[in-house]
């Protein structure tokens, strides 16, 4: 007929493919995108972040049809859930233990980047895609932390919100702003709950989307790190060194899927709430806004930025700003900016150092737990090293990677405990170690005897 | 739209139009496009107002600011009272002789003894019991870091989580910022600033303190 395209598929397919281009797009991104096919144990957690989003997703929405988000109603209504709704409990540790695993996976999936170089050109848009994904990632999980409205949801989002305040001049404006009262109350609750359920999902989803698009127009990376596109290829120009995801790699990750749902269940039905680290026990009690628990922290995933929080004292800017000095002066004698840059940059540094002592270390504090999140943004220029892939790279970057990881999980650690001053000074190593790890990296990452990388991918056929 | 066309040179003989490529394709449109975006986006962003301005605080959160009545005849010496303004805790603390004999001893320990950081004191606390009368300390029980309410530690000496030379006072659990009997703030602690001493005032038979309400502060 007049106006109908033609295609291959025949009946009901062929209906929806004249109208909907269901099999161009199955085609495009699963049965004929070749990724490479020396994937690893480590490229399970892609899509495994897919499978926790969509459990979030699922079990988030039977939980609100029986939650209340009422700051006289909801730490009941949630007890509620958990006691009288028919499989209440079990809808709800999901969804709880759905948060903590969303961020294992994407911790995992994150390392893997870092650990290939997968961040590295043409990939810059699909890690900023991802490092978006993590972002808000992380504002959904401290916003659904606020919803039981327990003393630790209290606490912590009081602590939250009051880092605005830290900012110079317009911060206690916005921190009162963005809870709609003078403390935590019932309009903050409301309104995280409406961005928890409705708003920064949207988001997630479409930056979801747009992660996979990237990806797909640029082709997967590998753990060798060479490009399967510029290898060898078939008489269809097909790369021979990648395989079709579907059914190949859909078919793998169900192995992967296999064993997570293992560890899922057994949190779920053992351990809901990891001995106080996926739901803290001061969480059982009601919130009560004039009493802080004795010892407040967040939950384990923001740990380690929260550890570089309270590492930041007034004594410990003196170390920053002599860092600075010191970064200014190498940048200005040694460094390889041209023209203006080599004085502005260093002249920047250098107001930055004034800048620290100048301004309470409770700003800073801040701006360095900021800080060591956005940073991670900027990976794909920070890394100057001629190969990605940690293979190939000289053995002692491998023990650097090894120093950053272990810094990391202390830090972690460290935030879960009371301050005390052993524990502070071990997160201010930590802290200048985590900073060093990046703003370093476009000194480190090119030196030392790099490894010849193969032209071809490795692979061993089992 | 040819009539549009012929104001430009280049127009040629059989009616065809030889467009200068550097130029955009509807130059004569190029003014009203940008305008329209212009207004266009300044309409847009004035739709923002409506929903941030929904986020400030309702004129109901901030009736709630109404002042509180605090009887203190009935506060034993060495003890403390915590009352609710504005959804915060409020402290009253009565101090023993000895303990205010003891404030005087703790300058050098402290980030900002005199109060003369901005903010936070009312003049009439400026002093060095912070207060208006050196028994009572009339305090925000908020820490001024990230608003924990720090824990009393009254009495003087060690204990659990607190350091080693506790002069008694207050300690912050989130962060470990301490503040002594007068609501200041230690040297190089998370904490910058002192305790919020809120407007309060005695009554005038002296027996209940009204927390809200001073000589600048009417409610």
């Known amino acids: 007929m007049a106006g109908e395209k033609t295609v291959e598929t025949t009946g009901l397919l062929g209906w929806i493919d004249r109208r909907f281009p269901l099999s161009k797009l199955f085609k495009e991104h699963m049965s004929e995108y070749y990724a490479p096919k020396n994937f690893n144990f480590w490229y399970f957690f892609g899509s495994l972040a897919l499978l926790v989003l969509v459990i979030q997703i699922v079990t988030g929405i039977f939980l609100v049809m029986n939650y209340k988000p009422d700051g006289e109603l909801a730490f009941n209504s949630v007890e509620f859930i958990m006691r009288e709704v028919p499989w209440g409990w079990l809808i709800r540790y999901m969804h709880s233990t759905g948060a903590s695993m969303f961020f294992v996976v994407v911790y995992l999936h994150m390392l893997r980047g870092l650990f290939y170089g997968s961040y590295r050109k043409p990939r810059e848009l699909v890690w900023i895609f991802g490092m978006s994904i993590f972002l808000v990632l992380m504002g959904e999980a401290f916003m659904g932390y606020l919803l039981p409205w327990g003393q630790m949801s209290y606490w912590g989002a009081q602590v939250i919100v009051n880092l605005f305040s830290a900012i110079p001049f317009i911060g206690p404006e916005l921190a009162l702003w963005i809870r709609g009262d003078y403390v935590v109350s019932d309009a903050t609750l409301n309104r995280f ?102 010892h407040i922290a967040p939950v384990w995933y923001f740990t380690p930025f ?91 970057h491998k023990y650097l990677y090894g120093v950053f990881i272990v810094t990391f999980v202390i830090l972690g650690y460290l935030g879960t405990q009371p301050p005390n001053p052993v524990f502070n000074l071990m997160s201010q190593i930590g802290t200048l170690i985590y900073l060093g790890f990046f703003l370093l990296m476009p000194v480190w990452s090119r030196l030392g005897t790099f490894k010849p990388v193969p032209e071809r991918i490795t692979f061993k056929a089992h | 739209m040819s009539q549009d066309n012929s104001q430009f040179d280049g127009v040629s003989a059989d009616g065809t139009v030889a467009m200068d490529a550097n130029l955009p394709p509807d130059p004569s449109r190029r003014l009203w496009v940008a305008t329209t975006c ?79 950081r901005p903010g936070f004191t009312p003049e009439y606390a400026k002093n060095e019991f912070r207060s208006r009368d050196p028994k009572y300390l009339v305090a925000v029980g908020i820490c001024t870091h990230l608003g924990c309410s720090p824990t009393p530690h009254l009495a003087a000496g060690p204990g659990p989580g607190l350091p080693a030379n506790w002069e008694g006072g207050f300690f912050c659990p989130c962060h470990g910022s301490s503040f002594d009997l007068a609501g200041r703030v230690y040297k190089n602690v998370p904490a910058p600033d002192n305790l919020e001493v ?22």
């Not at chain 1, 753990?223 to 859909?250: L, T």
Request: hydrophobic fraction near 50%; charge should be negative; aromatic fraction near 10%.
């Open chain 2, 198 to 219: 809120p407007p309060y005032e005695f009554s005038a038979d002296g027996t209940s303190v009204v927390i809200g309400v001073d000589e600048n502060n009417r409610a």
């Open chain 2, 38 to 116: 212009a207004v266009g986006g300044v309409a847009g962003l004035a739709t923002a107002v409506p929903f941030v301005g929904s986020f400030a605080p309702s004129d109901k959160a901030k009736a709630a600011g109404a002042p509180v009545q605090v009887d203190i005849s009935n506060i034993p010496e060495g003890q403390m009272r915590t009352v609710e303004w504005r959804g915060k805790p409020v402290w009253v603390l009565h101090r023993t002789d000895q303990q205010v004999e003891e404030l005087k001893d703790n300058d050098a320990f402290l980030a900002d003894p005199h109060s003369e």
């Open chain 1, 306 to 396: 929260y550890s570089m929080l309270r590492a930041i004292t007034t004594d410990f800017t003196w170390v920053l700003a002599a860092a600075s000095v010191l970064g200014a002066v190498a940048l200005f004698l040694r460094g390889n900016l041209r023209g203006v840059w080599r004085i502005i940059v260093p002249v920047i540094l250098l107001v930055l150092a004034v800048l620290l002592r100048t301004i309470d270390a409770k700003f800073w504090g801040v701006v360095a737990m900021g800080g060591s999140v956005v940073i991670l943004f900027f990976l794909p220029w920070l890394d100057h090293s001629p190969v990605r892939s940690i293979r190939y790279r000289p053995t002692w």
């Open chain 1, 193 to 294: 709950f409406a961005f928890h359920v409705i708003a920064l999902p949207l988001v997630l989803i479409g930056l979801v989307v747009a992660h996979i698009i990237a990806l797909h127009e640029v082709g997967s990376n590998n753990p060798d790190g060479v490009e399967i596109k510029d290898g060898p290829k078939d008489s269809k120009g097909r790369p021979v060194d990648g395989i079709p995801f579907h059914p190949y790699y859909s078919v793998h990750d169900m192995v992967g899927v296999a064993g997570f749902l293992i560890v899922f269940a057994a949190i779920v039905f053992f351990a809901p709430e990891m001995g106080g680290y996926f739901i803290e026990f001061n969480n059982f009690i009601p919130a009560d806004p004039l009493k802080t628990p004795p």
